[in-house]
């Protein structure tokens, strides 16, 4: 009750001058250092009387207990009261070093045995699972030589590029790699890997001041489009509906 009247005592307060005030907006930390600092620079330069605190790491915070306004989630969301806004799906890549000559295109039958570089959940212990989609099909691979393992995405890459084995990390990350030649993608014949879900959370739009509902609405759109144009070039060329079924089988 009393964080319902201090935010509508807010709202009215707001109405009548420019928007002021603190924003605390948290998010793993290569996520947030790739895709939010520059638009909440821009904000910031657009709203000079706004405080923002960014905090970047990668545990899962409680909006209500760590007095967060909003905070972006990357993967499955655990049932809770908050108010979750999908924004996209992250796109991956399977990337590995030049120097291992692994296979520039791979059999669907044939990853499980590629050297691997594990990511664990952070928090949780459990490996996140290389997972392809042919069409309307999901097939799970499982991973029978894996190297090492670590639950920072960062730390991945820094691996794949001592050529440890191979990593299926986000695009963004290693796109200048890509670029380079420092790695090298591996392609999936006829399929894509499915990347997790990437949401925009806080605890309810009625109760946001117009300050935080201002950034809310302007990171929405921003990284939407952005994961989308990402997820555009992941897209694999278009085969057959018949050669789909027969590699998903």
């Known amino acids: 009750a009393l964080r319902e009247i201090g935010a509508a005592v807010e709202q009215a307060s707001e109405r009548q001058r420019e928007l002021s005030g603190p924003i605390r907006v948290a998010c793993s930390h290569a996520f947030g250092r790739h895709f939010l600092l520059a638009e909440i620079a821009a904000f910031a330069r ?14 899962i915070d409680d909006l209500v207990q760590s ?12 049932p809770s009261s908050m108010v979750a806004r999908r924004l996209g799906r ?6 590995a070093a030049p120097e291992l000559a692994l296979p520039a295109r791979c059999d669907p039958a044939d990853l499980g ?3 691997a570089i594990g990511f664990r959940v952070p928090g949780s212990g459990v490996r996140y699972p290389w997972r392809l989609r042919f069409g309307d099909h999901e097939l799970p691979i499982e991973n029978t030589r894996v190297a090492v393992e670590s ?3 960062e730390a ?6 001592l050529g440890l084995g191979a990593a299926l990390l986000p695009r ?22 499915v990347g997790p879900d990437v949401h925009l959370c806080f605890v309810s739009r009625r109760l946001m001041p117009a300050r935080v509902r201002a950034l809310c609405d302007a990171l929405g759109e921003a990284l939407s489009a952005r994961l989308a144009a ?20």
């Open 46 to 59: 657009r709203h000079p009387a706004v405080a923002i605190a960014l905090t970047l790491n990668d545990r």
């Open 67 to 78: 007095s967060l306004d909003l905070t972006v989630r990357i993967g499955a969301l655990a």
């Open 90 to 95: 992250l796109a991956l890549a399977l990337v």
């Open 113 to 115: 045995a590629l050297p």
């Open 151 to 153: 639950d920072s995405v």
């Open 156 to 161: 991945l890459a820094d691996l794949a590029r």
């Open 172 to 193: 963004y990350l290693v796109a200048p790699d890509l670029a380079s030649g420092r790695l090298a993608e591996i392609e999936v014949k006829g399929g894509r890997f």
């Open 230 to 249: 990402d997820d555009d070039r992941a897209a694999p060329k278009r085969v057959g509906r018949r050669a789909i079924q027969a590699r998903a089988r």
